[in-house]
């Protein structure tokens, strides 16, 4: 297992790297940074990181390499300068995209004699440090066991998914794929609310009450997709249909842009006509897997 103290370099000085690089900083790590635009990096340096002015520079400072800028094909792109330093050194990924763009990155790594894990941060930046922040990670056993300690630093919720080095980018899309249809949903509710003179903010214990609902039965439906058994529903897809007529009221009572229910509402029309309509809502999941 590796020291507590492991040199750690974070490459990419966004926000979510930034607060990386603070954790590991406040953790007492040596830590190096590198940013393309380099003033982001200052706030850094007088928080105690040595501020590596290129990339060569910060690739060669520690054995363990946090990369996390916007995408894999950037981090690819950025570290192309540094690839001899790079060898004999682990990477680990840290930014979001699609499990093509983490085996492209990984095989790229490899290709430079060096290690790598695929990892995902599942939370906002001002959460990184916090006990019950998860952050998952695919890839090399290895590697993961003899960083975990360290990698812990970002987040208590650490959490190993396998070998292939693309499984974090999958868990992070596919539980991510909630977020903008269900912030959607609440910045709609926000303006129909507002539109008859009362606050958002009178809406939130409500709404939070709601995602808890939404958390009990997630359980249930992934039971029903894994065993494709929809037929005791608790809501069917039909109840679900019937609801889209009362969005449309609300819209125009409200005088709402709701467009996008649209493709929503389409996709309940399909299940209908696949013979889902008495089925579990979760039956949807049958027709996503067939694109139209
Ligand atoms: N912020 C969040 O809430 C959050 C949460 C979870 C995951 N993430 C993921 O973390 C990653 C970074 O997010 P962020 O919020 O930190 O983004 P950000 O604030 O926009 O920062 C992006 C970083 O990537 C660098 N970059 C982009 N393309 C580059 C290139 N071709 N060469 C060199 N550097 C490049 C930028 O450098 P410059 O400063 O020079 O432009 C900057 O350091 C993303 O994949 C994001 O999806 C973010």
């Known amino acids: 297992m590796t020291d507590h103290h492991t040199p750690v370099t974070v490459l990419g000085l966004g926000s979510m790297g930034s607060a990386l690089a603070a954790a590991f900083i406040e953790a007492g790590h040596r830590t190096t940074v590198w940013n393309r635009t380099a003033s982001k990096a200052l706030p850094l340096a007088a928080q105690g990181a040595v501020h590596a002015t290129t990339i060569t520079e910060a690739v060669a400072a520690s054995p363990l390499i946090i990369t996390c800028l916007t995408t894999y094909e950037g981090t690819i792109e950025a570290l192309e300068p540094a690839t001899a330093a790079l060898e004999g050194r682990t990477l680990v990924s840290l930014n979001s995209g699609s499990p093509a763009g983490a085996r492209e990155l990984a095989e790229w790594v490899l290709g430079q004699g060096a290690r790598y894990l695929g990892g995902a941060v599942k939370n906002v930046p001002s959460a990184v440090g916090a006990e019950d922040t998860l952050l998952y990670y695919g890839g090399d056993k290895t590697v993961f066991d003899e960083f975990a300690p360290t990698l812990r630093v970002l987040g208590g919720d650490t959490v190993y998914l396998g070998a292939d080095p693309d499984l974090a980018a999958l868990y992070e899309m596919a539980v991510g794929g909630t977020l903008l249809p269900a912030l959607v949903g609440f910045f709609q509710g926000a303006a129909a609310l507002q539109a008859r003179g009362l606050e958002a903010a009178s809406m939130v214990r409500f709404s939070t009450k709601w995602f808890e609902m939404i958390n009990s039965v997630l359980p249930i439906f992934a039971d029903e997709i894994d065993r494709a058994d929809y037929t005791k529903p608790a809501s069917s897809v039909n109840l679900f249909l019937a609801g889209a007529a009362h969005d449309a009221a609300l819209g125009k ?27 579990s809502i979760s039956a949807l999941t049958e027709v996503l897997k067939n694109p139209a």
């Open 253 to 279: 009572e409200a005088n709402l842009d709701i467009t996008w229910h649209k493709p929503f509402h389409d996709l309940l029309e399909r299940a209908v006509e696949a013979g889902h309509g008495n089925h």
